[in-house]
């Protein structure tokens, strides 16, 4: 198991980072309290060490180490719970999530191992898949959702357009807007649970052309809308952040126009410790530092390097 962990308190109490070390991975997981652990925790936690898609707003994703194993994801979630003495039976709304390092469906097989132990041991805890949709076969990601009823699901969607999108997550390897808008009526009907998109606001994806051609592509009726704030790899983004959550509050609002049921993720912690995905400083020095473990991902071709063979490519 991890050899070495670090507790990383950022200035806003109710945000703690964790790093987990081994000779051979990092990983990061972050607690959220709101405004108590018993009121309602939220745990990101990472499924891969790095992540070969390389999405240009994320730090974790310049470099990619290995996927985790499905004890090394559970550990996370039980180190953040002990550490700080929180009583899981005592939490009225919990949610892990798996969207902090990694992208979870490239890692199915150990995800789908440790949602079986975190259901068993939470299971009042709602099991959320963060997923930019890689090209792999879904009826085992649906089959695990029949079966296990916490589990949701969320495509990180970000542009209201493939090309759009295609800068902005160069991993060639994932699926085309309509497709995840397929995938996502199929969850639906087949699990009786409306799955998310999540879209990260800036200047130039928030227009109302773009809530239009979002709206063409995704079903209200299917689909419930995730706005976040903060993407973006920069630890001063802290002084932006007026201007992105007035820019993902006036998106919410033409989504919502169209029907969309909506909320906005707003990570705390951002401020010093760097509280959303791969964005942790720590985390990007490790890779620097550990290069012969970390091969360097983004456009040069990772996805077919590093495609893991248990993910099922269509
Ligand atoms: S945002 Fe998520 S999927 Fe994209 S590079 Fe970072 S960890 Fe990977």
Redesign the pocket.
């Known amino acids: 198991m991890f050899t070495e962990i670090k507790n990383i308190q950022s200035s806003d109490e109710n945000v703690m980072k964790f790093v987990f070390e081994k000779d051979n991975a990092v990983a990061e997981a972050v607690l959220y309290k709101y405004p108590t652990y018993e009121d309602r925790t939220v745990i990101c936690c990472s499924t891969q060490s790095g992540?070969p898609?390389?999405?240009r707003?994320?730090g974790?994703?310049d470099y990619f180490v290995r996927s985790l194993k499905a004890e090394e994801i559970v550990f996370q979630v039980d180190h953040c719970l002990q550490s700080q003495n929180i009583d899981a039976s005592k939490i009225q709304k919990f949610q892990i999530m798996v969207?902090s390092?990694?992208?979870p469906l490239l890692n199915f097989k150990e995800l789908e191992k440790a949602f079986e132990i975190l259901y068993s041991k939470y299971p009042q805890a709602k099991l959320l898949i963060s997923s930019?949709g890689p090209q792999i076969n879904y009826e085992p990601v649906i089959q695990m959702a029949q079966r296990i009823p916490t589990v949701g699901l969320q495509f990180?969607v970000h542009e209201s357009t493939d090309e759009s999108r295609d800068k902005l997550?160069p991993f060639k390897g994932k699926l085309k807007l309509t497709t995840i808008s397929q995938i996502g009526e199929a969850f639906l009907i087949l699990t009786g649970r409306k799955p998310f998109f999540n879209y990260c606001a800036h200047e130039h994806n928030s227009s109302q052309q773009d809530a239009d051609n979002i709206a063409a592509l995704f079903n209200p009726d299917v689909f419930e809308a995730t706005i976040s704030v903060v993407c973006e790899r920069d630890e001063s983004i802290a002084a932006a952040n007026v201007r992105q959550r007035e820019l993902a509050s006036s998106f919410m609002q033409k989504l919502a126009a169209h029907g969309f049921s909506t909320r906005m993720f707003d990570p705390a912690g951002q401020d010093d410790i760097g509280g959303g995905?791969?964005q942790l400083w720590f985390v990007q020095n490790w890779m620097q530092n550990n290069q012969h473990l970390a091969k360097k991902s983004v456009g040069f071709g990772m996805e077919v390097i590093h495609a893991p063979k248990e993910a099922e490519l269509v």
């Open positions: 992540c898609v390389g999405c707003f994320c974790a994703g969207m390092m990694g992208e930019i990180s997550i995905c791969g």
